[in-house]
């Protein structure tokens, strides 16, 4: 079986973030924040952010070529 990891969309990184944020927020480490879902929540900024970086460059090269 080839199975193949599933990018998510930029719509749905957005909604991971502000779940993970609200969980934080209303679940708080008696230490501190919770590092866990802080790094998951990085990862899924991260990805967000590679996404609309690759959709301005699509965009800046299609403003590019002639018609």
């Known amino acids: 079986m080839n ?3 599933v990018e ?3 719509r749905e ?3 991971r973030a502000r779940v993970l944020t609200e969980v934080m927020l209303e679940n708080p480490d008696e230490a501190g924040p919770n ?3 802080l790094l998951i ?3 899924q900024l991260h990805r967000l952010h590679d996404i ?3 959709a301005e460059v699509r ?3 299609e403003d590019k ?3």
């Open 3 to 5: 199975l193949k990891p």
């Open 65 to 67: 070529l002639p018609l």
């Open 59 to 61: 965009r800046m090269r």
């Open 52 to 54: 609309f970086e690759a």
């Open 35 to 37: 590092y866990v879902l």
């Open 41 to 43: 929540l990085a990862e």
């Open 13 to 15: 990184l957005v909604d």
């Open 8 to 10: 998510p969309d930029a």
